[in-house]
T-cell receptor, first 111, second 111 residues
């Protein structure tokens, strides 16, 4: 059974703080993804990675960076959190152009 | 034109009804197609893949029309537990397994 875990279910941070969201998958998947989901806007791709140390910008990368030092782990970093980054963050992994498996999500609130 | 267009709903139907969701996509190069289901405050989960010949899984039937760039999902004999948001998901660019998630169609099945 594929398992994707995220470090926190709920997180509250202050404006200007550096925020780390961690994602770990246990299926040896090459591809990993970070999305944010907002009401009325659906899932929007922030960054993705198709190999260790590789990263590609998605549709809305501004204000975010990522790190993939190990195959199973993909981190999303908010360098200086802002209130417009309050959202649900979802991590996913996949093997090739195939089904993506999602983690439970992190609901981030930036005050 | 949006990459994926779905009627957001909500579709309010009685138990036992048949309901159909439609979706159009803009990338004619997409090869893989999926329907995902997302329950309230949960992560998206794969409902079914969509094959070019159409496919059925119990009460669920998916159809693909490549010429019209159109995907459909039919749910027969609706159950209360079918209440969720249904996301139409064609493959994105052939790069790192990207998928393009539609905003989803909300279904509410009433007793």
């Amino acid at each position: 059974d594929v398992k994707v875990t995220q470090s926190s279910r709920y997180l509250v941070k202050r404006t200007g703080e550096k925020v780390f969201l961690e994602c770990v998958q246990d299926m040896d998947h090459e591809n990993m993804f970070w999305y944010r989901q907002d009401p009325g806007l659906g899932l929007r791709l922030i960054y993705f990675s198709y190999d260790v140390k590789m990263k590609e910008k998605g549709d809305i990368p501004e204000g975010y960076s990522v790190s993939r030092e190990k195959k199973e782990r993909f981190s999303l970093i908010l360098e200086s959190a802002s209130t417009n980054q309050t959202s649900m963050y979802l991590c996913a992994s996949s093997s090739g152009p195939d089904t993506q498996y999602f983690g439970p999500g992190t609901r981030l609130t930036v005050l | 034109r949006k990459e994926v267009e779905q009627d957001p709903g909500p579709f309010n139907v009685p138990e036992g009804a048949t309901v159909a969701f439609n979706c159009t996509y803009s990338n004619s190069a997409s090869q893989s197609f999926f329907w995902y289901r997302q329950d309230c405050r949960k992560e998206p989960k794969l409902l079914m893949s969509v094959y070019s010949s159409g496919n059925e899984d119990g009460r669920f039937t998916a159809q693909l029309n490549r010429a019209s760039q159109y995907i459909s999902l039919l749910i027969r004999d609706s159950k209360l537990s079918d209440s969720a948001t249904y996301l139409c998901v064609p493959e994105g660019d052939n790069q790192g397994g990207k998928l393009i998630f539609g905003q989803g169609t909300e279904l509410s099945v009433k007793p």
